[in-house]
């Protein structure tokens, strides 16, 4: 039977381990989530594992990365699953703290990054979430101290938000990425996707379909702005009902692409 990672549940005790694993010389890696935990998790935490001596992981539901009328309420929240999964991973421990203990009484600083980087496609329709965001990986990160803290792909945008936060506040962590893990038909692994009703998670390929056809076009010389028209209307053919975004952007700073890049 394998072992199921030490819990700890405050700032204290998350930093006296750690602090403990450090004094003998261990390298140490970090995954925050928000629990849930699927097969793109876990690869997280196996490349963490790989890649340091001791692997952390948060699981922490953040109440400020969510709007007035999102799901922070219904997120799933599935602990002893999750302990499980990580035991089953190699994780050495997993950080539960409560939203007290991340956000004490009189709590009153926020951390905000260009609004190059956050108000734009997510961010467009979610205008507090990347702050939510940048704050609390910025608190973990300080909490844990790690010298690598992994990411998904996935979550692009959230992934270059981290990125400039870290380079910009001198924190100490290398800041890793690791591509989305995916199921069969292509869409990726998500908390949110798992609950999709069946005939939205049927329909959810044709997003993952659109996205590399978009590519596709651009890479063999289209102009983006046809390839992306031909994008929104291979959605709507296929019954998205409303489109938050489709656009192509440069990797770093996230700028919009307006022609095919040159080669």
């Known amino acids: 039977m394998i072992a199921g990672p030490a819990v700890e549940r405050s700032v204290a005790g998350l930093r006296a381990r ?14 925050p989530t928000m629990g849930a935990l699927h097969e793109g998790h876990l690869e997280l935490v196996r490349a ?3 890649a ?13 990365q969510f709007g007035p009328r999102e799901d922070f309420e219904s997120y799933p929240r599935r602990e002893a ?17 409560t939203v007290a ?19 734009c496609l997510c961010g467009a329709a979610r ?3 990347f ?41 100490p962590a290398a800041i890793r990425g690791l591509p989305t893990v995916r199921a069969a038909d292509g869409v990726a692994l998500s908390s949110r996707n798992a609950n999709l009703a069946a005939g ?10 659109t996205l590399r056809m978009v590519a596709a076009r651009v890479a063999d010389g289209e102009p983006v702005p046809a390839a992306l028209a031909a994008g929104r209307k291979r959605l709507a053919d296929a019954r998205f009902d409303r489109i938050d975004y489709l656009e192509i952007r440069e990797e770093d700073g996230l700028a919009p692409v307006a022609e095919r890049p040159a080669t």
């Open 200 to 209: 939205d998670r049927a329909r959810a390929p044709a997003l993952v379909e």
């Open 101 to 119: 203990e991340m956000y004490p009484a009189g709590f009153a600083t926020a951390v905000s990054v260009d609004e190059r980087l956050t108000d």
């Open 18 to 31: 750690v602090a403990g694993w450090r004094r003998t010389g261990a390298r140490i890696g970090f995954v």
């Open 48 to 50: 963490a594992f790989r």
């Open 52 to 64: 340091c001596d001791r692997a952390v992981v948060s699981i922490f539901v953040n109440p400020t």
């Open 127 to 129: 205008p507090t979430h």
């Open 131 to 171: 702050r939510g965001v940048a704050t609390v990986v910025t608190k973990l990160l300080l909490q844990c101290l790690p010298d690598e803290a992994w990411f998904g792909e996935k979550d692009f945008q959230q992934l270059q938000v981290i990125r400039r936060l870290a380079v910009d506040l001198d924190i």
């Open 81 to 97: 699953h999750d302990i499980a999964a990580l035991a089953d991973a190699g994780a050495d421990l997993a950080f539960i703290p």
